[in-house]
DNA sequence: GTGTTGACGTTCC
DNA sequence: CGGAACGCCAACA
């Protein structure tokens, strides 16, 4: 028998599909990892990701408040995110968040609309 | 094998 | 809207 497909394989391949100029939370590539309310594995697979090398648009993984969220640890490469992001079409908020409500992904499902009828964005 | 930490999320105040 | 607490799972010491 074969050896799964860890679950990060699966993260990775759902990061990838993100179009440019769009924008996914950890929860809700969790949810299509099939790993619903595991977003900080989400996390720690994406901290594991060579970002150097962009093999997954981790840029494009936001947080549910639609901030960058990063580790002081990883030495600012939060600007390199923001600037990524900019590159690609993507406005911050006067406070540095984005508008998740023009920019959030939508896989090709109705589920968008589940979606923002679920997070109830303020 | 146990304890702590962590690119998070949600709920409560 | 901001801060605090709990949850959830995997990696690390």
Redesign the pocket.
């Known amino acids: 028998m074969t050896k799964e497909a860890?679950?990060?394989d699966r993260i990775y391949e759902i990061v990838r599909q993100i179009p440019r100029g769009y924008v996914a939370?950890?929860?809700q590539i969790a949810e299509l990892a099939n790993l619903a309310?595991?977003?900080?594995?989400?996390?720690?697979a994406?901290?594991r990701?060579d970002?150097q090398s962009l093999d997954v648009p981790?840029q494009r993984?936001v947080?549910?408040?639609g901030e960058i969220?990063?580790?002081p640890?990883?030495f600012g490469?939060d600007y390199l995110q923001r600037s990524l992001l900019e590159a690609e079409g993507i406005i911050f908020s006067p406070t540095g968040k984005i508008d998740l409500r023009k920019y959030l992904w939508k896989p090709d499902l109705g589920w968008a609309v589940t979606s923002a009828d679920h997070?109830n964005i303020?």
């Open positions: 860890t679950s990060y939370t950890y929860g309310r595991k977003a900080r594995v989400v996390g720690y994406l901290y990701v970002m981790w993984v947080n549910a408040k969220s990063l580790s640890l990883r490469t997070h303020k």
